[in-house]
């Protein structure tokens, strides 16, 4: 596929994710970053048409992502899924926003609403490049000590509620694992959670805060372990997830 094509492709269809068009975004910078520019795009699109979205709505649809029930009504369902729970998101996000007096708990609440408004990235298979992982990292100020894990899928610098973050998933076992990683705000604790269905622990790493979630619990780990090692180098010890 030339440039010509997936900008083609990418106007007509932005949440497309078929191989031929992943693999062009993933070999192409320039395109790469309109394909970013296009899904910001849809998000600010869905923002604009929310309106004020039934209680727990995002937790609902959350579950059901996380249950697997998405995958079968995916394609059907995609636009309207992500429209639906980015005003979940955003009404969630804007009941926690007030309460920062607790930090760990509106982190974690962030986090966690935070994932509806990118659900397409969760079904996100083709590892990206090591360069524009580094990148998004580059992005926000840091450099990776070592290699990042191989099996990223997505990355994007994100804004959570009043963190400046990078979002990345990987996929382990065939189920995505969620990391967004805080910049310049270290967490005081380890921490562990689950809510909305799914599983989470928070890790102060570096000048920063590492929350990893996953809707099985012992995925976390390992996440956590791979980006200790990327961000603080190979020889870094301190407690796993
Ligand atoms: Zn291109
Ligand atoms: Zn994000």
Redesign the pocket.
Known sequence: MDCLEFRRQLGAEPGRRDAAFLAHRDACPACAAAWTRAQQFERRLADALAVTPPPRLAERMLLAQATGERLARRKYLQRGLALAASAGGAFVLGRFLGTRDDDSESLRALAVA?LP??AF?LGLKQPIAVSAIEQGFLNRGIRLAASPPPDVTYV?D?P?GPYR?V?LVMQRGGLPVTV?YVVGHRNRAHDRFERAGWHGTVVPLRAGTLVAMAANPELLAGAVRDWRRSLDGPAAGGPLA
């Open positions: 935070h408004g990118e990235a994007h994100c959570v973050t979002h967004i």
